[in-house]
């Protein structure tokens, strides 16, 4: 079967990708936006790609096409679709029919860290020797694909809120039917779809409603929105994660033993399991190995085997990812676009690195920002940084109000640039000798990252 993907480089869907191809299918795929680490995996694996769409695209005519969320009708490719009378669906939909029937899906799903966590629990199962099924929206840099089929029964997949297509306005993970659930948090986020708090945790209790009574879900001890959710009904065993003193139920807990959270011991049900360090940092990143470990456990593999894999684990790309280091710079690649991201983000970072200087670059690119659902905590979140680097946009004149009204205490902390250059040459002046620079973006953001390196190199 030939099968044709509309918006291929997304994380998602770039995913299928590699799936269908795994499957036996011929692959092809259009994509306005074109960039690294999709399109170079995509392109290694052998699969066609088209920049830009258009009715040529479609000829000869697929035998399916998977349209992704990002499309909408009057995409030329899309309307060549419903003209033509060509078979579609939605990547979700296709997924849940051609690979998740029948098999035990371990699913991650919440607002923050689903690529990081189902990267975790993928990393356990695999150093168990359960050669497990996965889709991440994102390159774990511990595999060498976003996807695979695998031999067992089991599959992990990252599991997203955001919908399904123009034509299926329902969460993604509404397809998945999970057996073991992460749900990781959840705030709101999405503003471009979802109207208020209360529709994404009615689209989390439909997932929630598909979790069998003999399976399991995941959460964290302290999340209102999830307290709501849960409330409206569930007939799954719940397991709670916390840290510290946050909770006195039982359940998973971790002992911090560094505060950048690289050494903690994993408490269960009050008892010591056994110590964990690594090279993640922040609470984020202990809470999101707390997870997996509890799935793991779900599907068999003890706690103390996942802890030993996650000793080794390696992280993620464009999660807090060394790109490289000159002239004393390192310049890290990090996928954050929420306050609650961006916060937990650089506090790990500040921990890890004490008093040493952290310069942050900062896209606000996705919907929810571009419409300023979240400005009112949107300076306050790189607060860890010493000087933070705003990219600013037309479509965010409230974010040039918002810098240029910083209070006197803050004057100068804060900047702005309009373009790639104004803010290459802003990083450049704010670095100003050794320190972390963090660049945050959740989508190419220009290629400033490796600009900016060579940059730094020539004046090394």
């Given at each position: 079967?030939?099968?044709?993907?509309?918006?291929?480089?997304?994380?998602?869907m770039?995913?299928?990708?590699?799936?269908?191809?795994?499957?036996?299918?011929?692959?092809?795929?259009?994509?306005?936006?074109?960039?690294?680490?999709?399109?170079?995996?995509l392109?290694q694996?052998?699969?066609r790609?088209?920049?830009?769409?258009?009715p040529a695209?479609?000829?000869?005519a697929?035998?399916?096409?998977?349209?992704?969320?990002?499309?909408s009708?009057?995409?030329?490719?899309?309307?060549?679709?419903?003209?033509r009378?060509?078979?579609?669906?939605?990547?979700?939909?296709?997924?849940a029919?051609?690979?998740?029937?029948?098999?035990?899906v371990?699913?991650v799903?919440?607002?923050?860290?689903?690529?990081?966590?189902?990267?975790?629990?993928?990393?356990?199962l695999?150093?168990?020797?359960?050669?497990?099924?996965?889709?991440?929206?994102?390159v774990?840099?511990?595999?060498?694909?976003?996807?695979?089929?695998?031999?067992t029964?089991?599959?992990?997949?990252?599991?997203?809120?955001?919908?399904?297509a123009?034509?299926?306005?329902r969460?993604k993970?509404?397809?998945?039917?999970?057996?073991?659930?992460?749900?990781?948090n959840?705030?709101?986020?999405?503003?471009?779809?979802?109207?208020?708090?209360?529709d994404?945790?009615?689209?989390?209790?439909?997932?929630?409603?598909t979790?069998?009574?003999?399976?399991?879900?995941?959460?964290?001890?302290?999340?209102?929105?999830?307290?709501?959710?849960l409330?409206?009904?569930?007939w799954?065993?719940?397991?709670?994660t916390?840290?510290g003193?946050?909770?006195?139920?039982?359940?998973?807990?971790?002992?911090?033993?560094?505060?950048?959270?690289?050494?903690?011991?994993?408490m269960?049900?009050?008892?010591p399991?056994?110590?964990?360090?690594?090279?993640?940092?922040?609470?984020?990143?202990v809470?999101?190995?707390l997870?997996?470990?509890?799935?793991?456990r779900?599907?068999?593999?003890?706690?103390?085997?996942?802890?030993?894999?996650?000793?080794?684990?390696?992280?993620?790309?464009?999660?807090?990812?060394?790109?490289?280091?000159a002239?004393?710079?390192?310049?890290?690649?990090?996928?954050?676009?929420?306050?609650?991201?961006?916060?937990?983000?650089?506090?790990?970072?500040r921990?890890?690195?004490?008093?040493e200087?952290?310069?942050?670059?900062?896209?606000?690119?996705s919907?929810?920002?571009?419409?300023?659902?979240?400005?009112?905590?949107?300076?306050?979140?790189?607060?860890?940084?010493?000087?933070?680097?705003?990219?600013?946009?037309?479509?965010?004149?409230?974010?040039?109000?918002?810098?240029?009204?910083?209070?006197?205490?803050?004057?100068?902390?804060?900047?702005?640039?309009h373009?790639?250059?104004?803010?290459?040459?802003?990083?450049m002046?704010?670095?100003g000798?050794?320190?972390?620079?963090?660049?945050?973006?959740?989508?190419?953001?220009?290629?400033?990252?490796?600009?900016?390196?060579?940059?730094?190199q020539?004046?090394?």
């Amino acid at each position: 079967m030939h099968i044709h993907i509309l918006g291929i480089c997304g994380t998602f869907m770039g995913s299928l990708a590699v799936l269908a191809r795994e499957l036996g299918h011929e692959v092809t795929g259009s994509d306005q936006n074109v960039y690294p680490p999709m399109s170079t995996q995509l392109e290694q694996l052998g699969i066609r790609l088209v920049e830009g769409y258009s009715p040529a695209n479609l000829k000869p005519a697929p035998d399916l096409v998977l349209i992704g969320n990002a499309m909408s009708r009057g995409n030329p490719e899309v309307e060549a679709v419903l003209n033509r009378n060509i078979d579609y669906q939605s990547g979700p939909q296709w997924l849940a029919e051609a690979v998740l029937k029948n098999r035990w899906v371990l699913a991650v799903a919440g607002t923050h860290g689903k690529t990081t966590t189902t990267s975790m629990l993928l990393w356990i199962l695999d150093q168990a020797g359960i050669d497990t099924g996965y889709l991440v929206g994102g390159v774990p840099l511990d595999f060498p694909v976003s996807a695979r089929l695998g031999t067992t029964d089991f599959f992990v997949i990252e599991a997203d809120e955001y919908d399904s297509a123009f034509f299926d306005k329902r969460s993604k993970f509404v397809h998945y039917r999970p057996r073991t659930l992460i749900l990781n948090n959840l705030e709101y986020d999405h503003a471009d779809i979802f109207e208020s708090i209360e529709d994404i945790r009615k689209q989390f209790h439909i997932l929630v409603r598909t979790v069998p009574s003999s399976g399991a879900i995941i959460r964290p001890a302290l999340d209102a929105n999830l307290d709501a959710t849960l409330a409206k009904g569930c007939w799954s065993s719940l397991h709670t994660t916390s840290i510290g003193g946050e909770s006195d139920t039982s359940g998973w807990r971790a002992e911090l033993l560094a505060e950048d959270g690289s050494h903690f011991m994993v408490m269960h049900n009050n008892q010591p399991v056994a110590a964990l360090k690594w090279n993640q940092t922040g609470r984020h990143s202990v809470r999101n190995a707390l997870a997996a470990i509890a799935a793991a456990r779900h599907v068999g593999v003890t706690p103390d085997h996942a802890i030993s894999a996650l000793n080794r684990f390696g992280g993620v790309k464009r999660r807090m990812e060394l790109l490289g280091e000159a002239a004393g710079v390192k310049v890290y690649d990090d996928f954050a676009h929420h306050p609650t991201a961006i916060a937990t983000t650089l506090d790990g970072l500040r921990h890890k690195v004490g008093a040493e200087k952290i310069v942050a670059l900062i896209e606000p690119r996705s919907n929810t920002m571009k419409q300023g659902i979240h400005q009112a905590t949107l300076l306050d979140s790189a607060r860890a940084a010493d000087r933070v680097i705003w990219s600013g946009d037309t479509a965010m004149p409230w974010l040039d109000d918002m810098v240029a009204g910083q209070p006197d205490g803050s004057a100068g902390r804060h900047q702005i640039g309009h373009s790639t250059e104004e803010l290459m040459d802003m990083a450049m002046q704010a670095a100003g000798g050794p320190c972390h620079l963090v660049i945050m973006s959740n989508g190419g953001f220009g290629g400033i990252h490796q600009r900016l390196l060579a940059r730094l190199q020539n004046h090394a």
